[in-house]
């Protein structure tokens, strides 16, 4: 028995230290160190800097075309045949605890594009009915256009409209995986081909045009879903009006609240309340109407009704304001335009499973496939300043930044998911908080969101030539 009982605690003694060595390698504390004192920080901001200070401003006629095309997949067939846009399945993306197949659809999801030129090469803003611009889209669209139109990355300004009710199938990984469904390559494929093509037509319908900018207060529609009523809202919602000389005419427009109206028990295919917003705009007042999740990630909706209703308020009453402001909105043909893209080097990925402690960087990407060159993109029009971002940045950084612009006479839009993705950015005071945006979302530790900011200020910093 002494012998039997030896032999217990050497096996016991033995599945301790092997427990702990394997936590000692897995587990790490969150790290805390201020990012200014961080390689990535030197590297990201010698490289901005660079850019920054090379920046041109090209005058002239402003030239823009426009584009829509359909990326709603044909399913519930007995086989795939990606040509045509046809798949057995294809899941619907946005919640992590749904993760199943399309139903149907209740409404078709679109790609639309705006291709701009004033000089040199055209921007094209894509905006996609999508949860967000998958990386793996964004990438495998910059290699076609590269190899056979000379499309850099740096001309495409990707964005989504956030919507929790369309399809997934693009991100892989198990994270990827768990609020998209299975990774299908063909499918990836396919919506690959359509956001080239709708990119190609913009620009091949360039032409003449006018363009004008407004905004007004939609604090009815918003809400801050981290803090609520006592949370600060980034609750303006900011449009582009673009006319062309022939009278086609086309809407961009930016707000923070998330597109979660349908949830998850909803299985059909659907814009949530942007899509409803594009559909109004485009049948009353627009030849184009594009939607662009801007600062969504700390804010939620309000509405009214209870399902497909509910989007409905929110998003034509929404329409509804803009249209009441397309009427005052003074447009030019001749501007002035700048603009740069610049790739920001990363902390190492945080996950957490406790307040302090975080699974080792290795262990995260293997959850979380790191991104591909996320970068900050940012143009200015006279005096409206556009910046697409690689995350969903809380709208309590937003209205700061917003509201240094205003001061200086700006108006602005910053819009998120533009082509990678890099999980919630929230203020530091928050990063203890155990709630979703923080701690499941916080992917890059406390320091992320101010890191991120002090490269958006110097941006713009640059771009207005004003102290912000």
């Not at 359509?194 to 620009?203: K, S």
């Not at 909803?266 to 007042?285: I, T, V």
């Not at 700390?298 to 329409?319: D, M, P, T, V």
Request: contains cysteine.
């Amino acid at each position: 028995m002494k012998k039997i009982g030896k032999i217990l605690l050497i096996g016991l003694s033995s599945l301790i230290v092997i427990i702990g060595l394997i936590l000692f390698f897995i587990l790490h504390k969150v790290d805390r160190q201020p990012y200014f004192k961080t390689a990535y920080y030197q590297q990201t901001k010698t490289r901005l800097d660079s850019t920054l200070a090379s920046l041109t401003a090209e005058k002239g006629q402003l030239k823009a075309g426009f584009s829509r095309i359909s990326i709603t997949p044909k399913i519930g067939l007995s086989s795939d045949d990606p040509a045509i846009g046809v798949f057995a399945t294809v899941p619907l993306a946005g919640y992590g605890d749904r993760a199943s197949d399309a139903t149907g659809v209740h409404d078709s999801i679109f790609a639309r594009a705006v291709a701009i030129q004033v000089v040199g090469k055209p921007i094209v803003f894509i905006g996609t009915d999508l949860l967000i611009m998958p990386p793996a889209v964004a990438d495998s669209v910059q290699l076609i256009l590269q190899r056979e139109n000379g499309i850099n990355r740096d001309q495409l300004y990707f964005g989504a409209t956030h919507t929790h009710s369309s399809a997934g199938a693009c991100s892989a990984g198990f994270v990827g995986e768990q609020f998209g469904g299975k990774f299908q390559a063909a499918y990836v494929s396919w919506l690959s081909r359509q956001l080239c093509q709708v990119i190609r037509a913009a620009i091949e319908e360039l032409q003449p045009s006018s363009i004008g900018f407004d905004q007004f207060k939609a604090a009815d529609y918003v809400r801050n879903r981290m803090i609520g009523e006592t949370g600060r809202l980034n609750d303006i919602f900011t449009f582009v009006s673009i006319v062309q000389h022939t009278g086609k005419k086309a809407v961009l427009g930016a707000f923070a609240a998330h597109a979660t109206t349908l949830g998850e028990a909803n299985l059909e295919f659907s814009g949530d309340y942007p899509g409803y917003w594009e559909r109004k705009l485009e049948k009353e007042a627009v030849d184009l109407a594009i939607f662009f999740a801007g600062t969504v990630g700390s804010h939620s909706y309000r509405s009214q009704g209870e399902g497909f209703e509910k989007a409905r308020y929110i998003g034509e009453a929404l329409a509804d304001s803009v249209i009441v402001h397309l009427n005052q909105v003074t447009r030019k043909d001749s501007v002035s335009f700048t603009h740069f893209s610049s790739i920001i080097d990363l902390p190492k990925m945080q996950i957490r499973v406790t307040k302090n402690l975080r699974l080792s960087a290795g262990i995260g990407n293997k959850l979380i496939p790191g991104p591909h060159d996320p970068a900050i993109q940012a143009m200015k029009i006279d005096d409206f300043i556009w910046m697409t971002l690689p995350c969903e940045l809380s709208g309590e950084y937003a209205i700061d930044l917003k509201n240094a612009l205003a001061l200086r006479g700006y108006r602005s839009i910053f819009s998120s998911f533009n082509g990678a993705y890099l999980g919630y950015i929230v203020l530091p005071k928050y990063y203890q908080h155990d709630n979703y945006e923080s701690f499941l979302m916080g992917w890059y530790g406390p320091s992320m969101g101010d890191y991120l900011m002090e490269l958006l200020f110097s941006s713009c910093r640059a771009l207005t030539g004003e102290r912000l």
